[in-house]
Nanobody, 124 residues
Framework: EVQLVESGGGLVQAGGSLRLSCTAS????????IGWFRQAPGKEREAVSW????????QYADSVKGRFTISSDNAKNTVYLRMTRLKSEDTAVYYC?????????????????WGQGTQVTVSS
């Protein structure tokens, strides 16, 4: 069974930090890239960051570059998103997703598997 499980969301004050986790199972982890997306109510799902497991290449949305860091612990089949200097506009449900065979990391339809999401709320 393919599964991606996000955790680590919660309520944080503006300027604070959170670390999200995405734990994968049921597919060859190192053959995939993992993306983080977020979606606020009434808005489209947007790409936040991306990590190719095999070579550690990363991508970041302009809105989070310099504040968020994506990383992995391959022994745990887990990808992390460290979020710092959080802003109210970072409030959203955050999802992780897995893709293979594409470099179009911002396109949600390129991803094969999705997690259930975890809520991040930043108070101002």
């Amino acid at each position: 069974e393919v599964q991606l499980v996000e955790s680590g969301g919660g309520l944080v004050q503006a300027g604070g930090s959170l670390r999200l986790s995405c734990t994968a199972s049921g597919f060859p982890f190192e053959d995939y890239a993992i993306g983080w997306f977020r979606q606020a109510p009434g808005k489209e799902r947007e790409a936040v960051s991306w990590l190719n497991i095999a070579d550690d290449n990363t991508q970041y949305a302009d809105s989070v570059k310099g504040r968020f860091t994506i990383s992995s612990d391959n022994a745990k089949n887990t990808v992390y998103l460290r979020m710092t200097r959080l802003k109210s506009e970072d409030t959203a449900v955050y999802y992780c997703a897995a893709m293979t065979g594409s470099t179009e990391w911002k396109r949600a339809d390129e991803y094969d598997h999705w997690g259930q999401g975890t809520q991040v709320t930043v108070s101002s």
